[in-house]
C-alpha cells in the first residue's frame, strides 16, 4: 500500500503501523451525514444508532431531504430522544445545507479547507465534526484532526510530547503531521487503533 511505504518514513509511527489496511470511502447525502453527527454527539455509539433509527423512521426508513426535516416539528424530533439544544442544531443543518444548497457533487468539489470554512457556519458543528465528516463521509486521505482527545493521548506517548501545555502540545503535532501529508487519514486511523489496542506497558 502506498500510504503505509510514505508513513513507515516516520520511524516512530513505523512501530505502531498494523497490518490492517484502511479503506477509505465516500458515503452518500452528506446533509443527512451532518445531521447524524450531530445526533451522536455525546453519546455512546449504541445509544446514537438507535436515536438515528428512530430519525429515520420518522420518514418511513428513508434518509430525509433537507426541506422535509425542516417541515418535521421541534415536538417530533424531541419524541425520538433528541434534546432541545440538538433538535435546533437539526434544524439549523437543513435550514443551512438549503440556504447554501449543499449537495454531495458540491462538497466533492471543494478542498478540505473550503468545506470547514464553510460548516463551522453552522450552529452545532465544530472544527472536530468537519474533520471527522471529511475522513469518514467523504473519504478525504489527508486530514489531521489536531483537536482529537485520542490523537493528542497516543501522539504525547509515541512522541513522548509533554501534554501540559497544550499550545506547544498542538503545535509539536502539527509538525510532526506534515511529514505524514498527504495521507495524514490514514495516520490518525492508525494511532487511534494503537491507542485502542496497546498495553499500558508499552512506550
Known amino acids: 500500500?502506498?500510504?503505509?511505504?510514505?508513513?513507515q518514513k516516520d520511524k516512530k509511527l513505523a512501530r505502531i503501523l498494523g497490518e490492517?489496511?484502511?479503506e477509505l470511502k465516500l458515503h452518500p447525502n452528506i446533509p443527512v451525514r451532518i445531521m447524524a453527527s450531530i445526533i451522536s454527539q455525546q453519546l455512546s455509539t449504541k445509544v446514537a444508532k438507535v436515536i438515528f433509527k428512530r430519525f429515520l423512521e420518522l420518514y418511513k426508513g428513508k434518509e430525509p431531504k433537507p426541506q422535509q426535516v425542516l417541515n418535521t416539528p421541534a415536538e417530533t424530533l424531541r419524541s425520538i430522544g433528541l434534546s432541545n439544544a440538538k433538535v435546533g442544531y437539526v434544524?439549523?443543518?437543513?435550514?443551512?445545507?438549503m440556504e447554501h444548497k449543499i449537495t454531495d457533487k458540491k462538497l466533492l468539489a471543494m478542498s478540505n479547507e473550503e468545506i470547514i470554512d464553510l460548516l463551522v457556519q453552522i450552529k452545532g458543528i465544530g472544527q472536530w465534526s468537519v474533520e471527522m465528516l471529511l475522513?469518514?463521509?467523504?473519504?478525504?486521505?489527508?486530514?489531521?484532526?489536531?483537536?482529537?482527545?485520542?490523537?493528542?493521548q497516543a501522539m504525547?506517548?509515541?512522541?513522548?510530547?509533554d501534554p501540559s501545555h497544550k499550545k506547544e502540545m498542538k503545535a509539536k503535532m502539527l509538525?510532526?503531521?506534515t511529514k505524514w501529508?498527504?495521507?495524514?487519514?490514514?495516520a490518525c486511523l492508525h494511532l487511534w487503533g494503537w491507542k485502542d489496542?496497546?498495553?499500558?506497558?508499552?512506550?
Do not use: W
Open 91 to 97: 434544524h439549523n443543518v437543513a435550514a443551512f445545507c
Open 181 to 186: 501529508s498527504p495521507y495524514r487519514t490514514y
Open 156 to 161: 504525547c506517548k509515541l512522541y513522548r510530547i
Open 1 to 7: 500500500m502506498e500510504y503505509l511505504t510514505h508513513l
Open 135 to 152: 475522513m469518514f463521509t467523504l473519504g478525504r486521505e489527508d486530514v489531521f484532526a489536531v483537536d482529537d482527545l485520542g490523537i493528542q
Open 197 to 203: 489496542n496497546k498495553p499500558d506497558t508499552q512506550s
Open 175 to 177: 509538525k510532526l503531521s
Open 20 to 22: 490492517e489496511v484502511h
